[in-house]
Structures are given as C-alpha cells and as structure tokens.
C-alpha cells in the first residue's frame, strides 16, 4: 500500500486556506493527516472538513517537526512564508506557497502544472505558486505559444475583491450595506471605495509608475513560459465583483494564428473551456467561472492592428485556479512525480 504525506495548511482560516480544505476534500487528495494551521489568533476555532471538522492550531517554528509534516500549502502572506517556509523545507517538509514572498527566486520553481510541471524536478524544497492574474492568463497563452510563438501581450484585468482575501470580500459587502442605508462607505482593505467603482491600482506603486501586481504579470508570465523574449505590458484593475478575474488579453504573433485554430487550440488544451458564441450572447464571465476548476476563454477575434495578432477574454475564479486549486494541482504533481519524500 503506498503511503501518503501529512499535509498542513498553513492559514487555513483565510479565503484561500478554506477553499484549500474544500478542495483537498472534493479531489480526495491522499493525504494521511490534514491539519490546519494559523496565527495565534484563530487557535481552537474549527474549520469543517470531511465528516468532521479540524481544530485550528498555531503555526511556529517547531509545527513541521512535531507534527510530522510532508507537504505543507501556505496561504498565509509574504511575510509568514519569508519566516516559515525555509524552517519547514529544512525539516523535510515540501512547502507550496501561496505569497509573491519566493516567485522571482532563481532557486525556486514557480509552476502552473498544465504549463511547466517539468519545472518541479528541481525543487528544492519551497515551490512557489504564481499571482492569480498571471495564473490564468498563461493557462491559455502557452498552448497559442507553441503553436505561434508569442511576441508581446497587452493584458487589462479586472479582478475581484477575494483577491485580497477575506477583508476584500467583506469590504465590499459591508460598502454595498453602507451606500444602501445612506452611510458614507469606509476603506480599509482597498485605496478608496471598491462598491460601484473600479480601482487601477492593485498593490502599491513602484519607481516606473507600474503597480506590483502588473510586474508581477510581466515577470512571472516570462518565468513560468521559461521565455524571457515574451514582452509583456499589464493595467491591472480591482472591479466590485466577489470571484472571478476577467482579462482582455492583446496577443501578437511571430506567425499567424487564426481565430479558428486558436478555438480549436485553446478547446484541446487542458483546464481550459472555450465559449465563444457571440451571435448568442455567450462568452466567459466571471459569476460563470466562479465556483468551478477551469479557464474559461472568449471573444477571440482577430486584432486587425497588427500583422498577427489575437484578442482573448479569460476568466477564471481566482481563489481556485488562481490560488488554491493550482497550489493543489502542484501537490498532485509531485507525488505523481516521485516528487516528494513520504516517511
Ligand atoms: P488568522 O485568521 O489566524 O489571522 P486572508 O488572505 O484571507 O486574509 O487569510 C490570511 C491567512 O493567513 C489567515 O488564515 C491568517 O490566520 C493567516 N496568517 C496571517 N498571519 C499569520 C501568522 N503570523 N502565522 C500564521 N498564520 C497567519
């Protein structure tokens, strides 16, 4: 019988860490042992999983040692990850982290398993899991990639408030609650008010008047496509919408590439669904993909401005493709892989 790993979630009580659970549960992941993992602040609270549920314990340094771990997924911010994640790989226990704290690191792996599984081969330890907004745009480049050779993207997103966790959907709601009862709304977890608005500014500024969230798609998308040739430009938006990323993605090709292909493409490649029925109406959107595993892909036309070029609609549900279920998906692949050690 083979054996399986002792699994940790590391800030399970988060937005991510519970889609985390629920989606170890749905997948049947074969873990011997689940355990959840947060700050001091949530010790004792209970989390539901399987028939039952988990009693929350405190991450420290010791939790990896003491408890066995092998497979540990964080989604706990950069931060915790900078100060936990080195402590867990030298215990012997495989880290996937959730943060930004790791995904530029020439050491660490940074992976979407549809687009270079092969770069787990050499983790060392610590993998990282790419932005959301990245993740799902390269679901869908890298088939249309192999097939055309990608030159430059132009990407603008439009990213829901889960994006910035559990305070990003309650901001939201308790906005809606205020402006509905003739309160002036208040602002804590986004810039200025996120309710009725759209806000060009996910993360904060950098010297050259990009946001790190759109770095994050330039560098990231080169890194995991393993192609530094890729010119990548992102306007990165936070639109009042609970779940769901939606991106219109400007595509230009060393050779062409029609509409036609890249459905046909895009509808044989894994984790993606094309719907792209324009003459009914029908096209990705972001109350469609929430809730569900994959990238949904629309409105592909031919950008007439350019010798060959493409316009794509992508949209995902962020907390899973573009969080949990990815970071998960890495975890499959590993112990398909041989990847990871189990005791
Ligand atoms: P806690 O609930 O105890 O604060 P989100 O991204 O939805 O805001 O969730 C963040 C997650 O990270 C939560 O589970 C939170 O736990 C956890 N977390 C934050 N700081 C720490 C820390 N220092 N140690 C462990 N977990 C942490």
Known sequence: ???????????????????????????????????ALASSRSVGSKLPYKDGELTVQELTEDSFKKMGLELALFSAGGGT???????????????????????????????????????????PGIIANPNCSTIQMVVALQPLHLEGKIKRVVVSTYQAVSGAGQ?????LESQVRQLFNGRDPESKAFPHQIAFNCLPQIDVFT?????????????????????NSIQVTATTVRAPVFYGHSESVNVEFERDVSPEEARTILA????????????????????????????FVGRIRRDESVPHGLNLWIVSDNVRKG?????????????????????
């Open 323 to 343: 969080a949990a279920l990815n970071t998960i998906q890495i975890a499959e692949t590993l112990l398909e892989r041989g990847l990871l050690r189990v005791k």
């Open 207 to 227: 010297e050259n008047g990009y946001t790190k969230e759109e770095l994050k798609m330039v560098n990231e998308t080169k890194k995991i496509m393993g192609d």
């Open 268 to 295: 044989q490649s894994p984790g993606i669904t094309v719907v792209d029925y324009p003459e009914k109406g029908l096209y990705p959107m972001a109350i469609d993909a929430a809730g569900e595993d994959d990238v």
């Open 1 to 35: 019988m083979s054996k399986h790993p002792r699994v940790a979630v590391v800030g399970a009580t988060g937005a991510v860490g519970r889609t985390m659970l629920s989606i170890l549960e749905e997948r049947d992941f074969p873990a011997s042992e689940v355990a």
């Open 81 to 123: 990850s900078k100060k936990f994640a080195p402590v867990a790989a030298e215990a012997g226990c495989v880290v996937v982290d959730n943060s930004s704290a790791w995904r530029m690191d020439e050491k660490i792996p940074l992976v979407v398993p549809e687009v270079n599984p092969h770069d787990l081969e050499w983790h």
């Open 167 to 171: 305070k990003g959907v309650n901001e």
